[in-house]
């Protein structure tokens, strides 16, 4: 502990050890704690502590009171959440990145096999209708009319020229 000078040490003043400096409670100018003015001294932190002796100052020292941040329980967001919690929200967020690569891939190769398929089908279709144009040309009533010839067959009746009305 340090040594105030020229004071002496009450049961109302106890020291106490934050970050590495040395708090007295108090007013900061030997008076008891009980006899305590309205205006708190510089280096008085909001609980009522006063640092004294030779320690450094700390960030929040420094700072005065009217820049410093309110919050309801004045911790930080990291410092309200315990360990557990915070790792099953780092293994949350990790499950849906994941999730979501999974997505990006699986939607990727479904498109992949979307396009292959789009093009067997136009190949397709384009084979189907040369076949059929090429079935057309060999069973077109020219040709058949042609070997029904070759092979002695006569035009009835019932196929005979076409009758045009003027």
Request: hydrophobic residues 35%; glycine residues 10%.
């Given at each position: 502990?340090?040594?105030?000078?020229?004071?002496?040490?009450?049961?109302?003043?106890?020291?106490?050890?934050?970050?590495?400096?040395?708090?007295?409670?108090?007013?900061?100018d030997?008076?008891?704690s009980?006899?305590?003015?309205?205006?708190?001294?510089s280096?008085?932190?909001a609980?009522?502590?006063?640092?004294?002796?030779?320690a450094?100052?700390?960030?929040?020292?420094?700072e005065?009171?009217t820049?410093?941040k309110?919050?309801?329980?004045?911790?930080t967001?990291l410092?309200?959440?315990?360990?557990?919690?915070?790792?099953?929200?780092i293994?949350?967020v990790a499950?849906?990145?994941?999730?979501?690569?999974?997505?990006?891939h699986?939607?990727?190769?479904?498109?992949?096999q979307?396009?292959?398929a789009r093009?067997?089908?136009q190949?397709?279709?384009?084979?189907?209708?040369?076949?059929k144009?090429?079935?057309?040309?060999?069973?077109?009533?020219?040709?058949?009319?042609?070997?029904?010839?070759?092979l002695?067959l006569?035009?009835?009746?019932t196929?005979?020229?076409?009758?045009t009305?003027?």
């Amino acid at each position: 502990m340090s040594r105030r000078s020229g004071s002496t040490h009450t049961h109302s003043d106890r020291a106490s050890t934050r970050a590495g400096s040395v708090l007295w409670q108090g007013s900061g100018d030997g008076a008891p704690s009980n006899a305590r003015s309205a205006s708190k001294p510089s280096g008085a932190a909001a609980d009522g502590w006063v640092r004294h002796g030779t320690a450094l100052p700390g960030w929040a020292d420094l700072e005065p009171s009217t820049n410093r941040k309110r919050t309801a329980s004045g911790d930080t967001f990291l410092q309200n959440v315990s360990t557990v919690r915070f790792a099953l929200m780092i293994l949350a967020v990790a499950g849906l990145f994941t999730l979501y690569v999974g997505h990006v891939h699986a939607t990727t190769d479904l498109y992949n096999q979307l396009q292959q398929a789009r093009a067997e089908n136009q190949r397709l279709h384009l084979k189907h209708n040369r076949l059929k144009g090429e079935f057309d040309h060999r069973t077109g009533p020219s040709v058949i009319y042609e070997r029904a010839r070759a092979l002695g067959l006569q035009e009835s009746v019932t196929y005979g020229p076409p009758i045009t009305v003027e």
